[in-house]
């Protein structure tokens, strides 16, 4: 490996350094700001070496990794949304009678799992990289460890994720044996072989197999069972990783799997991941109705979400990558900041989890409620927001390859999806409780990183609503490494 691999690496190196040097410092002495400044930096540090190979030209590391401007930005993403979740979750911890230190050494090595997913051009490197995301978040879910709905999270958790991990790593085996190899370009060129091939019966179903551990860590349908508990049980800083690194690093991958520039997904992949997409938009949106808890609404709305992003992997042409990225930058954005609040409104003895929490906010925290309805405007997809002009992409992506039924799908969902947004946000704007039964959260102050990261957050869903030419320009650009 010469410098120029080195530079290359530097990001991936620079968080595995981190979470070691956090690691002896926790061993010497504990203490909760100094385990936040050492991540905050190590991250810093990480997105600053993003900037020293931008512009170095694609490098290809070993059989296993690719640097190039796709997995920069993506990486780029995951940093970002790995710093929010550390200052959310700074004052979210310090209420907690809990041991936080390892909190920051188990995001930091889940967020190495997620950009390894990133850079991954084989299924050895995908499978390494997931199962270190995995095996962090397993013990993330259950860090509460006075809760019981925690605890439980956890087990869920570890049970179906290792069942998955298991079809998974058969599915892969099956791919193996049919094409000899584990390089994803090489498999995309056994897709191609005539129907009538020998072994397309044992491809396929490795695909189909693969598919399902990588439908089960986005969330879609049929694959959505664990969504809402884990979600419910988590720590909430805790669900705003899985919904947005967890998330973003697996939909990386997929994306440079199965882009195509000169059409969208067809054949059987394409015909699986059709039904998929439609039955998580209507599923998600559908079950998101019936739910009190803000935590499980947001759990539902999320699998809908996973659905959109779909859509425009299926879409593929000059369009789909850039519409998909966008949007779940969008979606990342404003659903760090939908969590942030809540974990901001949170007490030392309970989670601002009901709709009932935030009746009458308005009332007495004016900007806090405004902010919050910013986020949920966005998830609805309301114009001058990000979510908005990241659904206009996707709907745009799919009208260039006519993907009619999935836009149909898409438009009508979100349509229901308008209810149980608006829901909470007249709960906010209603009149308050009888006195007497105000929680916690209504006069519980924020921090000054939890008004930083809010502050940012919202103005990144306005700034990404009203003027998205930059970031559009840059996504654009890098997209086109993926081939």
Known sequence: MNAADFVALLPLITISATAVVLMIVIAIRRNHKVALM???????????????????????????????????????????????????????????????????????????????????????????????????????????????????????????????????LFGLALIYADSGSMDLSQFAAVMVRPAGSTNAVSLLTGLMLVLTGVGFKLAVVPFQLWTPD??????????????????????????????????????????????????????GNLLALLQNNVKRVLAFSSIAHMGYLLVALLAGG????????YYL????????????LMSALSSSRYEAASIDDYRGLLWKRPLVAGAFATALLSLAGIPLTAGFLGKFYVITAGASQSRWILLFTLVASSTIGLFYYLRIIVAMYSQPREPGHDGESSTQPLSLPAILAL????????????????????????TRDLG
């Open 455 to 478: 502050t940012a957050l919202t103005g990144l869903i306005f700034l990404l609503g009203v003027y998205p030419t930059p970031l559009w320009n840059v996504i654009t650009a890098v």
């Open 230 to 283: 884990v979600y419910e049980g988590a720590p909430l800083p805790v669900t705003a990783f899985i919904a947005t690194v967890s998330k973003a690093g697996m939909f990386a991958f997929l994306l440079r799997w199965f882009h195509v520039h000169d059409g969208g997904v067809a054949g059987a992949p394409g015909l699986v991941l059709t039904i998929i997409a439609i039955a998580s938009m209507l599923m």
């Open 38 to 168: 050492i991540s905050l930096i190590g991250v810093a540090v990480a997105a600053a070496s993003l900037l020293l190979a931008a512009s170095e030209k694609p490098r290809q590391i070993t059989s296993l990794l690719v640097l190039d401007s796709y997995s920069r930005l993506y990486m780029a993403i995951l940093l970002g949304a790995t710093a929010f979740v550390f200052l959310f979750g700074y004052d979210y911890l310090k209420r907690r009678q809990e041991r936080p230190e390892e909190f920051y050494l188990l995001v930091l090595l889940a967020t190495t799992g997620a950009m390894t997913l990133v850079v991954s051009l084989t299924f050895v490197s995908f499978f390494l990289g997931l199962e270190l995301l995995s095996i962090a978040l397993y013990s993330l879910i259950a860090y509460v460890r006075t809760e019981s709905i925690s605890i439980e999270a956890g087990i869920k958790y570890l049970v179906l994720a290792a069942s998955s991990s298991s079809i998974l």
């Open 329 to 340: 930058i969008a979606y990342a954005a404003t659903i760090l900041g939908a969590f942030g």
């Open 318 to 325: 000059p369009l789909g990558a850039p519409a998909a990225t």
